[in-house]
C-alpha cells in the first residue's frame, strides 16, 4: 500500500503546507528564486530519485542505466539546441559545484583567475578569499568603476597587468547589461579563458533580452533554478570558441566533476532540468523573459518617484539594488521589516558600503518571481507604494558601521520595535489580498 507523505510523516508534510502557504501569501522578490512548473516538481519527486548512475550516458559504472542515459541525452541535446552551443554538461548539483568543476578543468593549482569582487556584486565563488576558489587559486578581483557599472577600460587594462589564466564575468547583483563581446576581446587580448557565469540571467538570454554571451566566452556556467525556472541545479556550457581553443574541454570538464567534485549525478534533478529547457524553449517563456525585465523597469521607475536611490541609477535586467543610505536605514533592518510586510527579499552591499555583509546597507529585489504569478506594469506602482510605507515604519533605524556592541544592541531594538509595530502586518494583510488575485500554479 502507498502511504502518503501525510501519513508517513504528519511533521514534514504539514512543514511543506505550510511553505506552500508562505509562498502564495507574500510577494516573492528574492532575485535568484522563482515558482517552477508542476511539471518540473513532478519530475523531481519521481522514481529517478532512486537511481545512481555515476558516470556519464553510455559510460556508467553502474548496470541498469540505459534510462537514465536517455534522460541525461535529452537534457543535454535540449540545452545544445537552446543555447547553440557544442557540449552541455547537466550534472552539476548546483551553481557553486559548477564553478568548481570549471576552476578544476581549466587552472592547475595557484594559477590565477579574476572576478567582480563580492563587495560589488560578484558571487563568492568567483574567487573570495572564504571559499574554495579563492583558497585553490590565486585570486585577483576588479571592482566596479563610478556610477557603479563596469569599467571595461580599466578591466582591461587591469587583465593585462594581472595576466590571469580565466577571466570571469556574470554577477549575482548587477542591474546592469553586460558587455560579453568586449569581455571577449579583452580574454582574447589576454590570451586567457572567459568564463561567463549567467545563473542570474539565463531566462533573460533565452528569451533574448539580455545577449547572450556564448559567440564570445569559452565557457558558460548557469543555475537552472533562477530565471530559467527550472529545479535546483546547474550547466555548464562549452562554446564553439571553447572548443577551438581546447578540444579537450569537455572530456576535462567531465572529469573535474567525477572523480573530481562529485559522486553521482541526480537523475531526478536532470529529468527535472529537461522538463524545464522545454518548457524554456517555447513563445510563451520568451513573453515571460520580455515581462521580467519591463517589470523590473517599470518598478524601478516607481521606486525611484519614491525617493528611493537605485544603484547604477536603474536596471536593464530583473534586479534592483536599492541603497538605503538615503533613507537612514540599514539594508537587513529593511529586509525584516518589508518581510513583516509580506514583501520578501534579501539585504545586500552596495559599491562602497562600508557596513559589514550581516548589516549591509542595500537591499536586493527582484522580479522573476512575480512575474511567473502574471503581474504587469500597472501593478509595480502599488508594490512601489508598499515599499514606501514599510519602510517609512523604519527610517531613521541605521546602524553605525565602526561600533559592534552598540550595533548588536539597536539592532535588538530595532527588531523588538518591529513586532511591535502594527502598520507592517497591515500592510501585510493587504499584500495578501493582493496575492490571491495572482495565484500559483
Ligand atoms: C552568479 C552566481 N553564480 C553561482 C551561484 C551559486 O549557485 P548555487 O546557490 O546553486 O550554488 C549563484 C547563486 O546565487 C550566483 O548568483
Request: net charge positive; no cysteine; charged share 25%.
Given at each position: 500500500m502507498i502511504q502518503s507523505l501525510k501519513h508517513t510523516d504528519p511533521q514534514i508534510f504539514s512543514l511543506i503546507k505550510a511553505e506552500a502557504k508562505r509562498q502564495k501569501n507574500?510577494?516573492?522578490?528574492?532575485?535568484?528564486e522563482n515558482y517552477t512548473s508542476h511539471a518540473v516538481m513532478e519530475a523531481l519527486g519521481?522514481?529517478?530519485?532512486n537511481k545512481y548512475s555515476e558516470g556519464f550516458p553510455g559510460k556508467r559504472?553502474?548496470?541498469?542505466?540505459s534510462i537514465a542515459d536517455e534522460v541525461e541525452m535529452l537534457a543535454q541535446e535540449r540545452a545544445k539546441h537552446l543555447f547553440g552551443v557544442p557540449y552541455v554538461n547537466?550534472?552539476?548539483?548546483?551553481g557553486a559545484p559548477a564553478n568548481s568543476a570549471v576552476y578544476f578543468a581549466v587552472l592547475k593549482n595557484g594559477e590565477k583567475m579574476m572576478g567582480l569582487s563580492l563587495a560589488m556584486g560578484g558571487h563568492i565563488t568567483h574567487g573570495h578569499k572564504l571559499g574554495l576558489s579563492g583558497r585553490l587559486f590565486t585570486s585577483v578581483h576588479y571592482e566596479l568603476g563610478k556610477d557603479a557599472l563596469l569599467d571595461y577600460d580599466a578591466i582591461e587594462k587591469q587583465v593585462m597587468q594581472e595576466k590571469p589564466q580565466l577571466l570571469i564575468c556574470g554577477y549575482t547583483a548587477y542591474p546592469r547589461e553586460i558587455d560579453f563581446k568586449r569581455f571577449g576581446e579583452i580574454a582574447d587580448k589576454a590570451g586567457c579563458y572567459l568564463m561567463a557565469d549567467v545563473s542570474h540571467i539565463t531566462g533573460l538570454i533565452v528569451a533574448g533580452v539580455h545577449p547572450s554571451p556564448v559567440p564570445y566566452a569559452h565557457i558558460v556556467t548557469t543555475t537552472?533554478?533562477?530565471?530559467?525556472?527550472?529545479?535546483?541545479g546547474a550547466m555548464i556550457l562549452v562554446t564553439e570558441k571553447g572548443l577551438q581553443k581546447d578540444p579537450e574541454l569537455p572530456k576535462k570538464l567531465e572529469t573535474a566533476i567525477i572523480p573530481g567534485l562529485q559522486g553521482g549525478p541526480h537523475d531526478n534533478q536532470t529529468a527535472a532540468i529537461a522538463v524545464s529547457l522545454k518548457e524554456a524553449a517555447t513563445a510563451s517563456f520568451k513573453k515571460y523573459g520580455k515581462q521580467i525585465v519591463a517589470n523590473a523597469q517599470a518598478l524601478a521607475a516607481e521606486l525611484q518617484k519614491q525617493g528611493f536611490e537605485l544603484v547604477s541609477g536603474g536596471t536593464d535586467n530583473h534586479l534592483i539594488l536599492l541603497d538605503l543610505r538615503n533613507k537612514k536605514v540599514n539594508g537587513r533592518v529593511a529586509a525584516i521589516a518589508l518581510e513583516a510586510a509580506g514583501i520578501v527579499l534579501n539585504y545586500n552591499g552596495v559599491p562602497g558600503d562600508e557596513m559589514p555583509p550581516l548589516f549591509a546597507s542595500g537591499i536586493r529585489l527582484g522580479t522573476p518571481a512575480i512575474t511567473t504569478r502574471g503581474?504587469?506594469?500597472?501593478?509595480m506602482k502599488k508594490i512601489a507604494e508598499w515599499y514606501r510605507l514599510a519602510v517609512k515604519e523604519v527610517e531613521g533605524m541605521d546602524l553605525p558601521s565602526d561600533d559592534k556592541v552598540k550595533r548588536s544592541t539597536l539592532f535588538k531594538e530595532y527588531k523588538a520595535a518591529m513586532l511591535k509595530n502594527k502598520k507592517l502586518p497591515a500592510i501585510a494583510k493587504e499584500v495578501k489580498a493582493f496575492c490571491k488575485k495572482f495565484p500559483i500554479e
Open positions: 507574500v510577494l516573492e522578490m528574492i532575485a535568484s519521481s522514481v529517478l530519485t559504472y553502474y548496470q541498469g542505466n547537466v550534472q552539476p548539483l548546483s537552472t533554478h533562477k530565471t530559467l525556472r527550472g529545479p535546483r503581474l504587469k506594469e500597472k501593478d
